[in-house]
């Protein structure tokens, strides 16, 4: 007999019964995942609303918002496709959150150029980058995974 078996028998749940954390989990990370398409279906409608709008004042002073906010969203995309995976697999890969990180960076860099920056700064975050790259094909390449 398992401890599991004995803990149902008896009728008492322990905090390390596998069923409750995983359900418990599961119930804690789909009112993410609901809480970030939610979100999603707000900036969607709030581009629509305001898209007559633009096009009255002129789209070139409102394309630095709507670069920005597409590269947001797709950034929280990334993040549902990380809890998709930890609900799936029961762990997060590192692939998944390298590409939220560089998702939100080059959000970030396209930012850049809609404000004054600094040599250093673009620098910097090149540098960021192109280290997130690196560090992406490492994973990729010595993942678990992969069979050789």
């Given amino acids: 007999m398992t401890d599991q078996t004995i803990v149902k028998k008896k009728n008492v ?7 409750w954390h995983t359900r418990t989990i599961q119930l804690i990370v789909g009112g993410v995942m609901l809480a970030l398409y939610l979100w999603i ?3 969607v409608l709030n581009l ?7 096009l009255k004042n002129g789209w070139t002073q409102i394309a630095e918002h709507i670069i920005v906010d597409i590269v947001l969203i797709l950034a929280i995309l ?24 560089l998702v939100v960076l080059i959000g970030e860099l ?6 004054d920056y600094t040599a250093t700064e ?5 540098a ?21």
């Fill in 41 to 43: 279906a707000t900036g």
């Fill in 122 to 126: 673009v620098g910097l975050h090149i």
């Fill in 110 to 115: 396209i930012g850049l150029w809609y404000k």
């Fill in 48 to 54: 629509l609303l305001n898209f007559p709008e633009i």
């Fill in 13 to 19: 749940i322990l905090l390390t019964d596998s069923d």
């Fill in 128 to 148: 960021t980058i192109t280290m997130l790259i690196l560090l992406r094909i490492v994973s990729i390449r010595f993942s678990p995974d992969v069979i050789d």
């Fill in 78 to 101: 990334e993040l549902i496709r990380i809890l998709q995976s930890y609900l799936l697999l029961g762990r997060v890969k590192v692939t998944f959150i390298l590409d939220v990180a």
